[in-house]
């Protein structure tokens, strides 16, 4: 049976969010999508699913839903503190919500964007093969108050809950950048001095995050460029000289000349960068870029087999009685040793 997810209160704009929509880049639509990827594929290894299914995307903090199915939920991304009728739950994991239970989802501890998933998916409709939300272009859910959204049913509701070890993108660190074919528009001493920076995140949106820098600007030896296609990762250098890292809404076009782009498995780790989070730039070749970013089938194969049982206190599971808790005893005088009662 369908359920609906209940939207009691939300504390900042949650959208509907999925894998995006490749495919329409020459329409000057941007394929969008989860601002972090791998959030999805974790939702999807925690509930047994064969792929990513659409999800509430919750940036710097979430709000209260209420389940009127029970399904499973997987709570990935940047952490957050997070209740089912007042009991804690843990974050990188997935739970069996009963019908009618409140989740509580706060502030972000770190990072920027969590996700809330459904083991179904959530059914809003499909625009153009997909469910993400691109408000610029009038596609997808922006969540409020009192919004009842459709979940498909649980293909699996009794399996156990799990988790994964809790990732290190919430704080910054080395992305990883392959050269372009605008790289050397830039000179070798403003790529050395890009490369040996430490940037600071500036504030962000879906669109790009700024990388804000003491010294002087980064400047290309073009003058001026002709709009060229762009996509999620190329960092930008601005006119007035500071690198952009473009992410999930990028525009499709674009004339500032281009440093480089970021590969794609470190494209989280700028996502999830709060203002003043520090970054470095690393270049790297093409071939190792491609062993350090394997397609994400194959990434997605390496989180099912990281996901172990999630270990949860008896004095924190509500419905423990409700377990078989002993099977197969015997009495101890049975001849063959293999009776039970």
Request: aromatic letters at 6%.
């Amino acid at each position: 049976m369908t359920g609906f997810i209940e939207v009691a209160g939300i504390a900042s704009k949650i959208t509907v969010q999925d894998l995006g929509r490749p495919g329409f880049t020459a329409m000057g639509l941007a394929p969008g999508g989860a601002a972090d990827r791998r959030a999805l594929w974790e939702a999807a290894a925690l509930l047994d699913l064969p792929a990513p299914g659409a999800a509430l995307e919750m940036p710097l903090a979430g709000g209260r839903f209420r389940l009127t199915a029970a399904s499973r939920i997987a709570l990935t991304g940047a952490p957050m503190r997070a209740y089912c009728e007042g009991r804690a739950l843990a974050w990188n994991a997935s739970h069996l919500i009963p019908a009618g239970a409140l989740i509580e989802i706060g502030a972000a501890e770190a990072g920027v964007y969590g996700y809330l998933s459904l083991a179904g998916g959530i059914a809003t409709p499909e625009r153009l093969g997909a469910r993400a939300t691109l408000a610029a272009a009038g596609l997808g859910t922006v969540l409020a108050a009192g919004m009842r959204l459709p979940f498909a049913p649980d293909p699996a509701a009794e399996t156990p809950s799990r988790c994964l070890p809790t990732p290190a993108r919430f704080s910054g660190g080395t992305l990883r950048v392959i050269e372009g074919p605008q790289t050397a528009f830039f000179d070798p001493q403003t790529r050395a001095r890009a490369f040996a920076n430490t940037f600071a995140a500036g504030p962000a949106n879906r669109q790009g995050l700024p990388l804000h820098h003491d010294g002087a600007p980064f400047q290309s030896r073009s003058a001026a460029l002709l709009s060229d296609f762009i996509t999620a990762g190329d960092i930008q250098i601005t006119g007035a000289g500071m690198p952009v890292i473009l992410l999930a809404e990028c525009q499709s076009i674009g004339g500032y000349p281009r440093l480089g782009t970021v590969i794609p498995a470190d494209l989280p780790i700028a996502a999830q960068a709060r203002p003043g989070t520090p970054l470095r730039l690393l270049p790297i070749s093409l071939e190792a870029a491609e062993s350090a970013s394997p397609p994400e089938p194959a990434q997605f194969a390496a989180l099912r087999r990281s996901c172990t049982s999630l270990i949860r206190r008896p004095d924190d599971i509500p419905d423990l009685l409700g377990y078989q808790l002993i099977s197969g005893v015997v009495r101890g005088d049975e001849e063959d040793g293999c009776g039970s009662i």
